[in-house]
């Protein structure tokens, strides 16, 4: 599933290339994916997009959104699989079009293409959105809240976070606590803090507790840097595959020796989610 630095780059690309211009239409070839107040009637909150200069590419935690000129919005949830991809040839013409679920026409014939091989990806149509504050119209359209931004987190904030009996690795997975944050980053920045996945959050110290968000942050800004991790879907709007992947110390590595003391890296399954770990840098805490 595309997180937080994926997003982020998948919204740099398509920030270059689409702000500014206008969208001639917007062709949905999968109504089922579109939610939202105008689900019923986005034929209607459609035409009033086409013809919209692009005003905003920005993203809230792993949610991709567009406005318009007008602030009639196209907000993605890309689920496990959803990626965007430029081009000028025709969508039958392409190798993803079996997959293809929304298009975006652009000036010049350019083609923005939102594709999901998966199919849990979601296109909320939204008005009024204001892209410095979405939270307000995404809990309206009842999106579910979202925390705070896993970059932008204070330390006073994440002390407070921490004062729960939870396991970190399920906090820092929960979206309304603290948002962006997914599975590869979250093992990736436990691992550079030194703290086990199982461990109690009440557990932690102050000073551990600033540890890992300096270790969130430092991973999620390396991924960013790196376009991203791909492992099989994931491309930026360019085609390119991410980077970080050759730099992660423990996602993906189960059975490996961990590159820092030679052991061998674990997995197991916390929150549901399959959770990777070195058994030496990582000891299992109270």
Same mark, same amino acid.
């Given at each position: 599933?595309?997180? +937080?630095?994926?997003?982020? %780059?998948?919204?740099?690309? +398509? ?10 239409? &917007? ?18 909150? +459609? ?22 000129? %007008?602030?009639?919005?196209? +907000?993605?949830?890309?689920? !496990? ?9 025709? =969508? ?8 293809? /679920? ?9 083609? &923005? ?24 119209? !995404?809990?309206?359209?009842? !999106? ?5 931004? *896993? ?11 921490? #004062?729960?009996?939870? @396991? ?14 997914? %599975? ?16 109690? $959050? ?20 390396? *991924?960013?840097? *790196? ?8 491309? @930026?709007?360019?085609?390119? !595959? ?7 110390? &423990? ?9 820092? $003391? ?6 197991? =399954? &916390?929150?549901?989610?399959?959770? /990777?770990?070195?058994?030496? $840098? #990582?000891?299992?805490?109270?």
């Amino acid at each position: 599933m595309p997180e +937080l630095p994926e997003v982020e %780059n998948i919204a740099a690309g +398509l920030r270059e290339a689409i702000r500014g211009e206008y969208l001639e239409r &917007v062709e949905v070839r999968r109504p089922g994916i579109i939610q939202g107040p105008h689900r019923r009637r986005w034929r209607r909150f +459609l035409a009033q997009v086409a013809g919209r200069r692009v005003a905003r590419v920005t993203r809230r935690a792993k949610r991709l959104i567009i406005v318009t000129d %007008n602030r009639l919005t196209l +907000l993605f949830q890309l689920g !496990m699989t959803g990626k965007f991809l430029l081009g000028t040839k025709p =969508v039958e013409a392409d190798e993803f079009a079996k997959h293809t /679920h929304v298009v975006l026409h652009v000036g010049d014939r350019r083609l &923005v293409r939102f594709i999901d091989a998966r199919r849990f990806g979601r296109l909320w149509l939204l008005d009024g959105l204001d892209p410095d504050e979405p939270d307000e119209a !995404m809990n309206a359209a009842r !999106m579910g809240p979202l925390g705070p931004e *896993a970059l932008a987190m204070r330390t006073d904030a994440f002390r407070r976070l921490l #004062q729960t009996e939870r @396991s970190v690795k399920t906090l820092l997975l929960d979206q309304t606590r603290i948002a962006g944050l997914g %599975n590869i980053y979250a093992d990736e920045a436990l691992f550079a803090a030194g703290i086990h996945p199982t461990r109690r $959050c009440g557990a932690i110290s102050d000073e551990v507790g600033q540890d890992l968000l300096r270790a969130i942050k430092s991973v999620l800004r390396r *991924a960013i840097r *790196a376009g991203g991790t791909t492992f099989s879907d994931y491309r @930026s709007p360019y085609g390119d !595959m991410g980077r970080f992947r050759r730099r992660l110390r &423990v996602y993906g590595r189960q059975g490996e020796p961990c590159r820092r $003391c030679g052991a061998t890296i674990e997995k197991i =399954v &916390v929150a549901g989610r399959g959770t /990777h770990f070195c058994p030496t $840098c #990582q000891p299992v805490g109270p």
